[in-house]
T-cell receptor, first 113, second 113 residues
Framework: GESVGLHLPTLSVQEGDNSIINCAYS??????FIWYKQESGKGPQFIID?????DKRQGQRVTVLLNKTVKHLSLQIAATQPGDSAVYFC????????????FGTGTKLQVIP | EAGVTQSPTHLIKTRGQQVTLRCSPI?????VYWYQQALGLGLQFLLW???????NRGNFPPRFSGRQFPNYSSELNVNALELEDSALYLC????????????FGPGTRLTVT
């Protein structure tokens, strides 16, 4: 069955350093991936997405890398700030099945001032 | 534009009772998704409604049900509550025929005692 998981449940990073959050997925049919950020007491917020025909996409301070060979996804946050502290989820989606996005457990990012 | 809203914010029920959670999508969004997020776990897909119809449901028992109204708002009903139903219930909306991005509400925290 399809599954999405994260390697590290908690990641502590010094303010100003770069953060890398990893995600593994098992369904090779997944062709669209999303990263969400969930702050305490709030619902998840969209950060960045990437389609399977790409291997890299950049946003503002964030970069998502996709390695389809090993079914691995990562989110890189440059110059991590205290406001980046949150739980980050990756999610996979299959075209035509977009009504059922599969989320991973999440990684908690703690930024040390 | 106003985001996705959910009510109530918090709810405490006893085992065996029934509960109704409500969600109002972003204006212009026709799809509504429901997710269950138990403490320390990822988001589990519950239900998807689009244009007033249930399009898909996750691996949950029939006592989890819902509906979508003509104005695209939605209700999630849970009958015969069990202790393990304690979780954050998140609603998300999506604009039809757009990207797969879902916009989440703040959630309803349900505690079953």
């Amino acid at each position: 069955g399809e599954s999405v998981g994260l390697h590290l449940p908690t990641l502590s990073v010094q303010e100003g350093d770069n953060s890398i959050i990893n995600c593994a997925y098992s369904n090779s049919a997944s062709d669209y991936f999303i990263w969400y950020k969930q702050e305490s007491g709030k619902g998840p917020q969209f950060i960045i997405d990437i389609r399977s025909n790409m291997d890299k996409r950049q946003g503002q301070r964030v970069t998502v890398l996709l390695n389809k060979t090993v079914k691995h996804l990562s989110l890189q946050i440059a110059a991590t700030q205290p406001g980046d502290s949150a739980v980050y989820f990756c999610a996979e989606n299959i075209s035509g099945g977009y009504q059922k996005v599969t989320f991973g457990t999440g990684t908690k990012l703690q930024v040390i001032p | 534009e106003a985001g996705v809203t959910q009510s109530p914010t918090h709810l405490i029920k006893t085992r065996g009772q029934q509960v109704t959670l409500r969600c109002s999508p972003i204006s212009g969004h026709t799809s509504v998704y429901w997710y269950q997020q138990a403490l320390g776990l990822g988001l589990q897909f519950l239900l998807w409604y689009d244009e007033g119809e249930e399009r898909n449901r996750g691996n949950f028992p029939p006592r989890f049900s819902g509906r979508q109204f003509p104005n695209y708002s939605s209700e999630l009903n849970v009958n015969a509550l069990e202790l393990e139903d304690s979780a954050l219930y998140l609603c998300a909306s999506r604009r039809k025929a757009s990207s797969y991005e879902q916009y989440f509400g703040p959630g309803t925290r349900l505690t079953v005692t």
